[in-house]
């Protein structure tokens, strides 16, 4: 099993920038489909961006353009960069993983999850 842990999370004004991180132990990333997740306050868990581990990347399209997933597997460490954020943009922030080579969007088949990183973005 793969342990998740969020980072870089953080207060900022709507245009400005965040990086989070998410390091992994207990297991290599390149075994799992990786995704961010984010849930706002009174909303749903939704879906921000994914990446299969052959590469495959997809984005949710609220964040199509200002978001990049990347991954680092020598330092088994998945990111988000975020730019240009906007106070929709506030929300808990969470990291999960998927055990195979399959790419998928939806939280329910994530096996496993960070704590949560939250991120706040102010007008």
């Known amino acids: 099993a793969v342990q998740l842990t969020e980072s870089g999370g953080g207060s900022v004004q709507a245009g400005g920038s965040l990086r989070l991180s998410c390091g992994a132990s207990?297991?290599?990333?390149?075994?799992?489909?990786l995704g961010w997740f984010r849930q706002g306050p009174g909303k749903e868990r939704e879906h921000v961006a994914t990446?299969?581990?052959?590469?495959?990347?997809k984005y949710a399209d609220s964040v199509k353009g200002r978001f990049t997933i990347s991954k680092d597997d020598a330092k088994n460490t998945l990111y988000l960069q975020m730019n240009s954020l906007k106070p929709e943009d506030t929300a808990m922030y969470y990291c999960?993983?998927?055990?195979?080579?399959?790419?998928?969007?939806?939280?329910?088949?994530?096996?496993?999850w960070g704590q949560g990183t939250q991120v706040t973005v102010s007008s």
């Open positions: 999960a993983a998927l055990s195979g080579w399959a790419i998928t969007t939806n939280p329910d088949l994530f096996d496993y």
């Open positions: 207990g297991d290599t990333l390149s075994n799992y489909c």
């Open positions: 990446i299969a581990n052959v590469g495959t990347i």
